[in-house]
C-alpha cells in the first residue's frame, strides 16, 4: 500500500528532512511512525498526503507513484486517505454531524448518502448521541473521534494519524488506539505518528524508528513477512 525506495526531501536552505528511506507497508497493515522532534515524521506523513513532493527517490502509494503524479491527479489519491490530526481542527462554527459531513460535501455526494455515511462512522466511534452537539461542548476524547470519524467516512483504503494521542490521558489513548485496530482488522492501512513509546511498546505492530531523517528501525512485534 505505501512504499518508500530511497526517498529523500531537501528543504530550500539545505535543510535534509529525509534522507535514503526505503520501507514497504503491506495493504490492510498497522504500523507506528516514531522518532524524536525533528526527525522527518511529519515530512514523511506530508509526502504520502501529497501535500510535499520527494527530493529524489519514489514515493508509492495503491499503486500510484506520486513522484510523478500530475496536479490534476492529486485530489484523487487524498480522497483515498484519512488524515486524523492531534489538535483535531474542528470547526467550532458547525455541529459534530457537519464536521464529519465536510470531506463528503466537498466530494459532491448527495444529501441521502451524506447522512447514511457520517451516522455510520459516529456510530463506529461511539457518538451518534453527539451528532448535534458543537463539538467545543466534548471532551478531548470526544474530539478526537470526531476526527476520527471525519477522517474515516470516506471510507479512505488508508488512514494516517500524526499524533492523535498527544494530548490524552493513557486510558483515552488506549482507547483511541483500539479504534484504529478496528479500522486495520476490516482492511484500511493504518499509518501512526506518535511518540508515545510506552503505548507502543504494548502493541503488536512493527515500528519506523526515523532519527535525523535516516530510517534506523522497520520492524517490530508482529515479525511476519513483509
Known sequence: MIQF????????????????????????????LTGHSGAGKSTLLKLIMVMERASTGQVIVGGRNLSKLAVRHIPEVRREVGVVF??????????V?????????????????????????????????????NPVTLSGGEQQRVGIARAVVNK??????????????????????????????VGVTVLIASHDLALIARMPYRLLTLRNGRLVTAGGADNGPE
Do not use: C, W
Not at 529523500?8 to 507497508?25: Q, W
Not at 492531534?86 to 455541529?95: A, G, I, M, V, W
Not at 448527495?110 to 461511539?126: E, I, M, N, P, S
Open 86 to 95: 492531534q489538535n483535531h481542527q474542528l470547526l467550532f462554527d458547525r455541529s
Open 5 to 32: 525506495d530511497q526517498v529523500s526531501k531537501r528543504y530550500e536552505g539545505g535543510h535534509e528532512a529525509l534522507t535514503d528511506v526505503s520501507f514497504h507497508i503491506p495493504r490492510g497493515e498497522m504500523r507506528f
Open 156 to 185: 479512505p483504503a488508508l488512514l494516517l494519524a500524526d499524533e492523535p494521542t498527544g494530548n490524552l490521558d493513557p486510558q483515552l489513548s488506549a482507547e483511541i488506539m483500539h479504534l484504529f485496530e478496528q479500522f486495520k482488522q
Open 97 to 133: 454531524y457537519d464536521n464529519v459531513a465536510l470531506p463528503l460535501i466537498i466530494a459532491g455526494y448527495g444529501h441521502r448518502d451524506v447522512g447514511r455515511r457520517v451516522r455510520a462512522a459516529l456510530d463506529k466511534v461511539g457518538l451518534l448521541d453527539k451528532e448535534r452537539k
